[in-house]
């Protein structure tokens, strides 16, 4: 297995303090997933019209921040269903940058743009259009962001993300959809950024004790 970071081709989107736009052929919505559509109105002098009023409809309790809670029922999947909580706790996590248990506006705005920038990604990789990604997708995705990884490797990343899987003759197909897709490639850059800063020589081997890899382990998505 060779790792390394995210390399030519189609870079993930990055960084923290970001809805959708339209795009044909996505599930019931006509989108990869995203933000729920909502309407508010009344935004501050100087901001972003379109953001505030996602932001003032998010915040459902008018407290001025957005809890992990809030966030999820704002956030949907192409098909619909709402955006696993873990999924959002990741990203609370990604941009609550003042650690605080909530986001305000401008962490928002920061999450606006990575959830539209994943949309991109998203959609570059449903090849055909079915509204989740297959193993196959999957794997063209994360080779074009700089991980070949072993097909066992890619079916135990499949197993863990694909919650329909094994679900037979009724519901959506099989397949990851948006919200574990994100959480999915996430979790493969910090495990492997994880084991660089472990694996001092590139030789692709690390010695570790058990506080190390238990720390590892529960800091990924």
Known sequence: MSYGQYGGGYAPPTGAPPGYGGGGGYGA????????????????????????????????????????HELQKALING???PFDLDTVKMLMTIFDVDRSGSIGYNEFAG???YVKDWQNVYRHFDRDR???ID?????????????????????LIERKYDIRQGAAGHGPANGITFDRFV???????Q???????????????????????????????
């Not at 309407?39 to 409809?57: C, E, I, K, S, T």
């Open 29 to 68: 919505g006509g989108q990869p997933g995203g933000f729920a559509p909502r309407r508010a109105a009344g935004p501050p002098p100087g901001v972003d019209p379109q953001l505030w009023n996602w932001f003032a409809a998010v915040d459902s309790d008018g407290s001025g921040q957005i809890s992990a």
């Open 79 to 81: 098909d619909w269903t």
């Open 111 to 113: 999450l606006w743009k």
């Open 191 to 221: 495990l492997t950024e994880s084991f660089q800063r472990l694996d001092a020589d590139r030789d692709g081997w690390v010695q570790l004790n058990y506080e190390q890899f238990m720390s590892t382990v529960l800091t990924a998505p």
């Open 130 to 132: 079915s509204g989740t």
């Open 183 to 189: 959480r999915a490639c996430v979790a493969v850059k």
């Open 135 to 155: 193993v196959r997708e999957l794997r063209d995705a994360l080779t074009q962001f700089g991980y070949n990884l072993s097909p066992r490797l890619l079916d």
